[in-house]
């Protein structure tokens, strides 16, 4: 007997009702994007490694899946090279592509490339599917879709205010209760180089992020493995413990980064955008996390993330500053800040919560039973006439049993069924049933599109 078919693990199928709800989440995003004036962009599944490598840090280039070139691969590795065993170096040699990690990187490789037909500063969005070879667990693909907001080629504050917005916009329409987290990488340099630790600040970001995962000890542990002194994590510590409002925060930084240039610059930004949503309404909560890093090397000012309240799962938004990324393509001093929506996350938190509106669950409007040829034929001119006033519609394709039609009917939860015999023929009416009720009356066609308009 043949083997059972799979599919890779950490991807999902998905059917007509989950896509529905998931189309719910697309179209809602999709709305808030036009809205806020943003524009769509789609880039390549894949990239040129050399295009992804270098710009996630050491972890994320692990992450990456790699496509083996086409042809004869291994003409040019030599015997001592294949007998080594060395995968990352073999990866190396037959694999110039990769899967993209996110949507961000192929974007500033096609600000650079396309940079004679923007007019800055360039909104864009993009709702794509991107891969990472990461270890599959709840609420952790490696499939998974990501929806992106940039503003790049402008670098005024206001823009990481409209981005909060947006955050605040999208996720009050789906009606997810979050709170919005808030940091600086600036402010985390400047702390780097306070506790006598500038050059690492890489390691200390790294292990900062995880530290919602393995908590403050295990923080500390890591701190210790990258060679971070004892005396330099006493020093850090009263920042990763900090407690209070954003005020209070606020203050504990600004006593620990003084007199210091990148640390009072991050405070600055930080100031600005917390003081602006003091004069501005905002539904969700914004709070200044201290402990927040996002891994990724390529952030450089206001960072950003997302936690559902009502749920426990990991960052459903996550975003930032970033002011060097388009740098690495030959592109010097164009910045851009910009978000990315986790849509297999928010999909998630939706299902947990049962948030999704009746309506959002696309199915026929109505079904009209098929009894034969004649009666077919005369269905499928009233069908053409409702489609055409765009009401869904459709014709049993064979003349069944009416019991299975009916239980078609049923199980695809079409409210109506059409029932068009011999009798309506001559009448030129259709006996409409409805399935919620079981109240079932004779219409006329133009009856029946107003019923179901």
Avoid at 84 to 97: G, I
Avoid at 115 to 144: C, S
């Amino acid at each position: 007997m043949a083997a059972k078919p799979s599919i890779p693990k950490g991807t999902r199928d998905f059917s007509p009702v989950e896509m529905s709800k998931r189309n719910y989440i697309f179209d809602t995003i999709r709305e808030a994007f036009h809205l806020f004036g943003f524009q769509q962009i789609e880039t390549p599944a894949m990239e040129n490694l050399s295009t992804l490598m270098g710009k996630y840090g050491e972890e994320g280039d692990k992450l990456l899946f790699k496509i083996q070139n086409s042809g004869d691969y291994f003409k040019e590795l030599t015997d001592e090279e294949l007998l080594s065993r060395n995968a990352a170096k073999l990866a190396s040699k037959f694999c110039e592509k990769g899967l993209r990690y996110d949507l961000t990187v192929p974007f500033a490789r096609y600000v650079v490339m396309h940079r004679e037909e923007l007019v800055f500063p360039f909104k864009r969005y993009q709702i794509q599917p991107v891969w990472r070879a990461d270890r599959p667990q709840k609420g952790r693909y490696r499939e998974f879709y990501q929806c992106d907001a940039d503003i790049i080629g402008n670098n005024s504050l206001i823009n990481e205010v409209e981005l909060i917005q947006l955050i605040d916009h999208v996720f009050g329409k789906l009606n997810i209760r979050v709170a919005i987290k808030l940091n600086n990488r600036k402010v985390l340099a400047g702390i780097a180089d306070v506790i006598g630790e500038p050059d690492k600040i890489i390691d200390i970001t790294v292990a900062i992020d995880k530290i919602d995962k393995i908590g403050l000890d295990g923080v500390i542990a890591e701190l210790k493995s990258k060679d971070i002194s004892d005396e330099s994590i006493e020093k850090l510590l009263p920042i990763l413990k900090a407690q209070g409002n954003n005020d209070e925060k606020m203050q504990i930084l600004a006593e620990t980064l003084k007199e210091n240039a990148i640390g009072e610059k991050g405070v600055e930004e930080l100031r600005f955008i917390l003081d602006t949503f003091k004069k501005i309404n905002l539904n969700s909560t914004l709070d200044l996390d201290l402990t927040l890093a996002r891994g990724l090397n390529y952030y450089t000012g206001a960072i950003l993330e997302v936690k559902a309240l009502d749920v426990a799962i990991g960052s459903i938004t996550g975003g930032g500053r970033y002011d060097n990324l388009t740098g690495v393509f030959g592109m010097e001093g164009v910045s851009g800040v910009g978000i990315s929506f986790g849509a297999d996350r928010i999909y998630d938190v939706m299902n947990q919560l049962d948030l999704y509106p009746k309506e959002s669950i696309h199915t026929t409007k109505v079904m009209f039973v098929n009894f034969g040829d004649r009666e077919a034929l005369h269905s499928l001119k009233i069908i053409g006439e409702l489609r055409k006033a765009g009401i869904s519609a459709e014709l049993f394709p064979s003349s069944d049993k009416m019991k299975k039609q009916m239980s078609y009917a049923n199980s695809h939860s079409i409210p109506f069924v059409a029932i068009i015999g011999e009798q309506e023929m001559t009448d030129n009416t259709i006996a409409l049933k409805n399935m919620i009720t079981g109240e079932q009356k004779t219409v006329t066609a133009e009856e029946l599109k107003e019923i179901l308009a």
